[in-house]
Each structure stands twice: as structure tokens, then as C-alpha cells.
């Protein structure tokens, strides 16, 4: 504890050196400190979420945080100007995004970073440059691959502001771009990809950036032996060869017991079997308008698995609930596809006949009436017909058919 309060102590010295001329405010949580140039409030925000990354990436990698001699230290700037004055002061060029300065000293070593106006490339850079601040801070020289493949990999971690956590989400932005990789034969073979140095990886940053994600997502989710491989490489990096040239330690112990040219065509196969997003939904949605229903709900679950903040999937779910009469379950997707933003005519419209299924008729004339509010035109004559068999009360055992057309497709339709 001594040695982390007069590392924390040194690298206010240090600070105050850089940045004589900004007045910042400082936090500490967990193993980090938060230097800000705004208000407390938000270097507390700043020094927590850091923490809470630190918990999620040591989720995956187990290092002993007590080895951590000092704090690791975060500076942040108000906007991409004052981000930029502070780096031509202290490295003598600009950036354009977060970038991490690591010096022999960890005293010095700093994640620099400025607010964004998007929540979402914020937390994404946050996430990216985090990931490689907390493994240099336990590994010196890590393996290029695992360093940015796993920055990658951690970039769609969400921040939940109420409950103060990070929960990892899955990060396909480059699934698209890899695959298209393999199917024009570009990806490096394995063993390179483990070897490549930064410049190489710089010269091909089109190519690197993609298949190292892929690679550390592939060692992920495969079960077996090139599951154990990354484990074991993992533990590596715990133990006194982390401390050397682990790239080249793991490397050599790839090749030992992993080698043989399999790798290449499984980790292909494995790209080619992943489907995206906008795969799962297209599929599914061309199931649906099949009738096949089951399949259908299948596909749209597994997309929900890829973005749970897609509406599309919530809708079509809804649809699928209310075909099987499953009144209570299509009410719940429907609303739920309404709070991430579908279409709000067509998600009452949808409400309205679904409540009038389940012979809920005071739910049903409100979505009824909401729908004809927004798109007179689509729903007027319809709801008009639907009202006046409320205010009849007439039972019948058909029940009405609701809107087929997703809030992402304009049309006619329903």
C-alpha cells in the first residue's frame, strides 16, 4: 500500500509538470487514478468506469493485482483540442483518437483521452485503449495479436450509468471485413499473424486489425485444443515469460504443440459459419414471410444474441407470439421493440390488435387510436372499422390480422 500511495504522489509531480497551465481534478478507484480538466463528478465517473474495465478484462485474464506498484493513471480532456495541446507538449505530435503513452517508468505510463459527442465511440475507444493500459501494466512486451485482437474484442462493452457495471458484448464490427478477407484468400496464415511485428502489422492494418479480432474470437469460442491453446498462452503471460519477449515465448509454444497447418483451414471455416446481425435478421425475416415460424423465432433470437438493442428482432418475435396466440409474450416484444424505436404507428397498430386478441378492449382502443394519430393515412379507415366493433361489443372468433411491415421497411403494407 505504501508503494501505490507514493506512486500515486509521484505521478501528481509528474502531472502537475505536464500540465502546469490546466487546472485538473483528480479520483481514485480500484487500481486507477482520474485526472480531469472538468468537474469532480466526472473524474469520478471516469476513475469508476476504469475500474469496473479493469474487472471485466481480469475476468478473462487473472493477473495479480497486488504485482501493480503503482496506479495506473487516466488523463482526460474536455474536447480533441486541449487533447491534442497536451500530447504536442509531452510527445511532440497529435492524434486523432485515445492513445496510450507507455514509458520504462510506469509512474509516467498514462491512458490520454477526450470527450466524445457519441456515447457509443467513447465507451468503444475507452474499452479499446484500456485493454491495452491494463495488459502493459502486467506484461511488457505482450504477443501484437493478443494486445489489439483482445482491445478489439472488448470494444462493445456496454456501461450501464444506473448500475455502475460493464457487460461485455460481443464486437462483429469486423466480421464483415474478415470474411471478405477469406473469401479473397488475404488473411495471413497463423503462425505470421502471431509473429508479426508492429511495423509489419502497421503496413497491413486492413488485414491485421480484422484478423487478429477474429483469431482471439475463433481461440474463444472453439471448444478443444485451440481453446486450451489460448489459456494456456494466457497463463504464459502470468508467469516469468510474460516479463520477457512474450510475443516471441508463445509464439515458440504455438508452434511446439499447435503447428501443423489445421489452424488455417479450421479458422476459416469457423469465419465463414459466423453470421451477422443483419445475416440472422435477413434470414430470419425471409423465414417468417415462409411461415415458418419456428424457424423464424430461432433466427431472430440468435440475432438478439448479436445486438440486443435492435428493435427488428424485438418486433418480429411479437409477431411470431401473437401467430401462436401467445397474447401476454407479443405484448411484451412489441413494447420493447417500441422503447429501442420502431416505427410507433405500426408497433400500436400492433398493440391495439393484439390487446383486442386477448380481449383487453380498453388497451386495445387506445394503441388503436394512438396508430390512427400518427398514420391517418394507413390506419384511419382500418381503426375506424376495429372501434366500431368494440363500441358494438361484437365477439368474434376471428381475430384481426396486425401489421406485417416492419418499422425498418416502408410501404404500403398494413
Known amino acids: 500500500m505504501k508503494k501505490f500511495i507514493v506512486g500515486l504522489l509521484m505521478l501528481g509531480v509528474i502531472g502537475s509538470m505536464a500540465v502546469a497551465q490546466t487546472n485538473f481534478v483528480s479520483a481514485t478507484s480500484g487500481n486507477y487514478v482520474a485526472w480531469v480538466d472538468g468537474t469532480q463528478a466526472e473524474a469520478d465517473e471516469l476513475a469508476l468506469r476504469m475500474s469496473r474495465l479493469f474487472e471485466l478484462y481480469n475476468q478473462y485474464f487473472m493477473f495479480d493485482e497486488s504485482s501493480l506498484s503503482v496506479p495506473l493513471n487516466v488523463r482526460g480532456f474536455r474536447d480533441i ?33 477526450f470527450l466524445k459527442d457519441d456515447p457509443a465511440e467513447f465507451g468503444a475507444s475507452l474499452a479499446h485503449q484500456g485493454f491495452v493500459q491494463f495488459l502493459k501494466a502486467f506484461v511488457p512486451n505482450p504477443p501484437l495479436w493478443m494486445r489489439e485482437g483482445f ?4 470494444e462493445q462493452a456496454a456501461w450501464d450509468p444506473l448500475e455502475r457495471l460493464y457487460t461485455y458484448h460481443e464486437n462483429q464490427s469486423w466480421l464483415e471485413t474478415v470474411k471478405l478477407l477469406a473469401a479473397e484468400s488475404k488473411l495471413f496464415p497463423v503462425r505470421t499473424l502471431m509473429g508479426l511485428s508492429s511495423d509489419e502489422a502497421r503496413a497491413s492494418l486492413d488485414i491485421f486489425y480484422p484478423q487478429a479480432w477474429a483469431l482471439v474470437a475463433f481461440l474463444m469460442d472453439t471448444d478443444g485444443r485451440y481453446n486450451r491453446f489460448l489459456w494456456d498462452a494466457i497463463a504464459m503471460l ?6 520477457g519477449d512474450a510475443q516471441a515465448a508463445v509464439l ?17 471455416t469457423h469465419i465463414n459459419g459466423q453470421l451477422t446481425f443483419a445475416e440472422y435478421v435477413t434470414r430470419g425475416v425471409e423465414a417468417y414471410g415462409a411461415n415458418k415460424l419456428d424457424e423464424a423465432r430461432d433466427l431472430f433470437f440468435s440475432a438478439l444474441g448479436k445486438n440486443d438493442a435492435n428493435y427488428i428482432p424485438y ?19 412489441y413494447k420493447a421493440a417500441l422503447r429501442l424505436g420502431s416505427d410507433q404507428a405500426i408497433t400500436n397498430y400492433a398493440l391495439g390488435i393484439n390487446a383486442f386478441a386477448a380481449r383487453n378492449y380498453d388497451e386495445a382502443r387506445a394503441y388503436l387510436v394512438e ?7 394507413r390506419y384511419q379507415v382500418k381503426v375506424a372499422d376495429l372501434l366500431n366493433r368494440l363500441s358494438d ?22
Do not use: C, M
Not at 256 to 268: C, M, P, Q
Not at 315 to 331: E, K, Q, S
Open 371 to 377: 396508430a390512427s394519430r400518427l398514420d391517418p393515412a
Open 81 to 113: 483540442t486541449a487533447f491534442n495541446v497536451y500530447l504536442q507538449r509531452v510527445i511532440g505530435t497529435t492524434k486523432d483518437d485515445f492513445v496510450y503513452l507507455h514509458y520504462p517508468t510506469a509512474e509516467r505510463s498514462e491512458l490520454v483521452i
Open 238 to 243: 502470468r508467469s516469468e515469460a510474460g516479463q
Open 151 to 154: 482491445a478489439v474484442f472488448f
Open 252 to 268: 515458440a509454444f504455438y508452434e511446439r504443440w499447435y503447428s501443423g497447418g489445421a489452424i488455417d483451414g479450421d479458422f476459416v
Open 393 to 414: 361489443e361484437v365477439e368474434t372468433n376471428s381475430t384481426p390480422v396486425p401489421a406485417t411491415t416492419t418499422p425498418a421497411t416502408t410501404g404500403s403494407g398494413s
Open 315 to 333: 418486433y418480429y418475435i411479437g409477431l411470431i407470439a401473437y401467430a401462436d396466440n401467445d397474447f401476454p409474450t407479443a405484448d411484451l416484444y
